[in-house]
T-cell receptor, first 118, second 113 residues
Framework: AQKITQTQPGMFVQEKEAVTLDCTYD???????LFWYKQPSSGEMIFLIY??????QNATEGRYSLNFQKARKSANLVISASQLGDSAMYFC???????????????FGPGTRLSVLP | NAGVTQTPKFQVLKTGQSMTLQCAQD?????MSWYRQDPGMGLRLIHY???????DQGEVPNGYNVSRSTTEDFPLRLLSAAPSQTSVYFC????????????FGQGTRLTVV
């Protein structure tokens, strides 16, 4: 079964507007982390934001915020004031904290391609 | 601080050839891993290592071998390349425990013809 679901293959947003990228996850673990990575056309994976399963506050990093709804198993990324440079693939990922792999194995979603329009 | 370095960046192989993708990190991370990225599927874990001398399989290990003789290096070996192994490969490293994010290399684009 899919552990990470990103239902939006592609999204468009006007420059300077906010956009929400959806992510739902599936786990029976109590301890896990949720991540968003950005992949521009150059191909590298850029870490954006992290949310721990026990964190009560939604994570924020500059223009990025993570809307964490634990009961719904949802971890949506909100980008405020979109810029042309935000055009990229965005991946949601989960890390289940298992002792045997030091809790470092990631499961990635299929990604959402965001296009920012001038 | 170089971070995670992957070589080569691009490679074309013929079916049946073997090769090694190199990965090195200079952050003294215990944990290293290899992922492959295919269109529409995100990244999938191939193999990982929690320290020198310790490796284990991920989700898609068939056709790949790894070893970890030092903390810094984690090479990925394709023993007999197949067209199904055409993909982009990422190496990642992170702290043993408590690390928030994984640090990724720049990726290796491999084409098997």
């Amino acid at each position: 079964a899919q552990k990470i679901t990103q239902t939006q293959p592609g999204m468009f947003v006007q420059e300077k507007e906010a956009v929400t990228l959806d992510c739902t996850y599936d786990t029976s673990d109590q301890s896990y982390g949720l991540f968003w990575y950005k992949q521009p056309s150059s191909g590298e994976m850029i870490f954006l934001i992290y949310q721990g399963s026990y964190d009560e506050q939604n994570a924020t990093e500059g223009r990025y915020s993570l809307n964490f709804q634990k009961a719904r198993k949802s971890a949506n990324l909100v980008i405020s004031a979109s810029q042309l440079g935000d055009s990229a693939m965005y991946f949601c990922a989960m890390r289940e904290d298992h002792f045997d792999n030091y809790g470092q194995n990631f499961v990635f979603g299929p990604g959402t391609r965001l296009s920012v329009l001038p | 601080n170089a971070g995670v370095t992957q070589t080569p960046k691009f490679q074309v192989l013929k079916t049946g050839q073997s090769m090694t993708l190199q990965c090195a990190q200079d952050m003294n991370h215990e944990y290293m891993s290899w992922y492959r990225q295919d269109p529409g599927m995100g990244l999938r874990l191939i193999h990982y290592s929690v320290g020198a001398g310790i490796t284990d399989q991920g989700e898609v290990p068939n056709g790949y071998n790894v070893s970890r003789s030092t903390t810094e290096d984690f090479p990925l070996r394709l023993l007999s390349a197949a067209p199904s192994q055409t993909s982009v490969y990422f190496c990642a490293s992170s702290f043993q425990m408590g690390g928030r994010e994984a640090f990724f290399g720049q990726g290796t684009r491999l084409t098997v013809v």
